[in-house]
């Protein structure tokens, strides 16, 4: 888009005060019922993995910065057991809450959107006696932002490195935290401002503890934008659609109508909906460890019988499966053989797959290396379109006396087409949860986050989860 034209466009558009004054305006009541289930759903899952995450190294060193660097302690650090200011609070939580590849996704665009949301919203209700229907109705607001903005920026933003849960939710994560504060329609559009002023990240860190750790600053900056713009401080109120703005920045002028025709018509949640993630690695691995454990369990296959696994993939599925041979566990999520191989040994793929100590493991090396990844000409031509599985994958096992096995696996299993439901989501949120809390503490979370719209506040579930 021409310069002339974002300039001549911004006094008509105003998308982004548009934007600030359905965020303002937006009430719990009028939430569908639909788009309410289904984010309970997301925060139960959201905080049982951060409480998961929240044991490993990388959480513990950035709650251990936190710590030593202060703040009022009046947030908790989930699974920490201990608080820090809003702000510190987010970006632990928000590392935790990454760290181990287990959040929600949307897949159009590309982002995991809770785990920068969600900490930002939780840090300001806990702060400030936010209720639990404040805390849905900022969920959902920085949820649709955060999915809606990309939908329009489009998947070349993808493609040229950006890291979508850095940038994208960032603006989630002011969203959810300028209606927890209860930020008028001008200082919602200012927060926006500054969240545009601080949006960054690569995809660089894949495999390493940035990737979580860009998630967890995407929710601080949505703190400090929010608490900023309440003190009077101002940003940009044309940052999504003004000159220079993020969507002629990061979008090459991409159509800021398109945004206002579609937030909330219907809601993300709803159409096309958020993926639960069954397990704990990267989305792209899924539709292949799907079929290798279909395959193993229908023909009763051995690995130690196995000759060769073809796995063959997108294009895209084979830019961000990119460690055939890993180092690490970070490195394993990330890795379609690692993770193949482990299905096909254990016959199941969760967080104890992912352990540094399994790197090692000889029977496991010698089988990934019996794991490729091909490129499949039907599903490069098809390119990236969600309608037509970006993520599937061809599975072809072939064992030692010649037979041969074969799989289509377009879908993995909990995306929005076959979504779990909420007690199917309770096996995994008691596994995660086990790694901090004990049974009584782990039901009673559960209890509140399914009344979750009838609580005065979260001071109870976040002395829960603080561990």
Not at 87 to 109: I, Y
Not at 295 to 304: E, F, S, T, Y
Not at 368 to 391: H, Y
Request: net charge neutral.
């Amino acid at each position: 888009m021409k310069a002339e034209n974002i300039v001549r466009k911004e006094h008509f558009i105003a998308v982004t005060e548009q934007l600030a004054a359905f965020i303002a305006r937006a009430r719990f009541e009028d939430l569908p019922r639909e788009v309410v289930q289904l984010s309970k759903n997301s925060i139960l899952d959201t905080i049982g993995v951060a409480l998961a995450g929240a044991v490993e190294p990388g959480a513990r060193m950035l709650s251990l910065y936190v710590n030593q660097n202060g703040g009022k302690a009046v947030c908790s650090l989930i699974g920490q057991k201990s608080k820090s200011s809003p702000r510190n609070a987010a970006l632990a939580n928000g590392m935790s809450s990454h760290m181990l590849g287990f959040s929600d996704l949307s897949v159009t665009p590309v982002v995991h959107p809770s785990i920068s949301v969600l900490p930002a919203v939780l840090s300001l209700a806990e702060a400030h006696g936010a209720s639990g229907q404040d805390v849905i109705t900022s969920h959902v607001l920085g949820v649709e932002l955060a999915c809606k903005l990309g939908e329009v920026v489009g998947s070349d933003f993808n493609r040229k490195g950006w890291h979508s849960c850095s940038v994208l939710g960032g603006f989630g994560a002011t969203a959810g935290a300028a209606h927890v504060l209860g930020l008028d329609t001008s200082k919602t559009a200012n927060a926006l401002g500054l969240a545009g002023m601080q949006t960054a990240g690569i995809k660089a860190g894949m495999g390493t503890m940035a990737k979580a750790y860009g998630a967890g600053r995407a929710a601080e900056n949505g703190v400090i934008a929010a608490e900023l713009s309440q003190m009077g401080f101002t940003g940009p109120t044309t940052v999504i659609e003004g000159l220079d703005g993020f969507l002629q920045t990061f979008g090459d002028g991409a159509n800021g109508d398109r945004l206002m025709d579609t937030f909330a018509k219907p809601y993300h949640f709803v159409s096309p909906g958020i993926t639960l993630k069954p397990y704990p690695s990267c989305t792209c691995s899924h539709t292949s460890i799907s079929a290798i454990l279909t395959l193993r369990k229908q023909h009763n296959i051995a690995p130690d019988d196995v000759a060769e696994v073809e796995c063959s993939v997108s294009p895209a599925v084979a830019n961000y499966l990119k460690f055939p041979r890993p180092q690490n566990a970070l490195e394993a999520k990330y890795s379609l053989q690692f993770c193949v191989a482990s299905a096909l040994i254990d016959g199941s793929v969760g967080i104890k797959t992912f352990a540094d100590a399994r790197i090692g493991d000889p029977r496991l090396a010698a089988l990934l290396q019996r794991v490729k990844m091909t490129i499949s000409p039907e599903l490069a031509a098809l390119g990236f379109n969600p309608d037509i599985a970006p993520f599937g994958s061809r599975v072809k096992i072939r064992l030692k006396d010649g037979r041969e096995f074969f799989r289509r696996q377009d879908k993995g299993p909990w995306e929005p087409e076959t979504a779990p439901s909420w007690n199917d989501l309770l096996p995994k949120y008691r596994t995660c949860t086990t790694l901090v809390l004990d049974t009584q503490r782990i039901e009673e979370t559960i209890a509140i986050i399914d009344d979750l719209e009838n609580q005065k506040d979260v001071t109870r579930l976040m002395d829960l989860i603080r561990g």
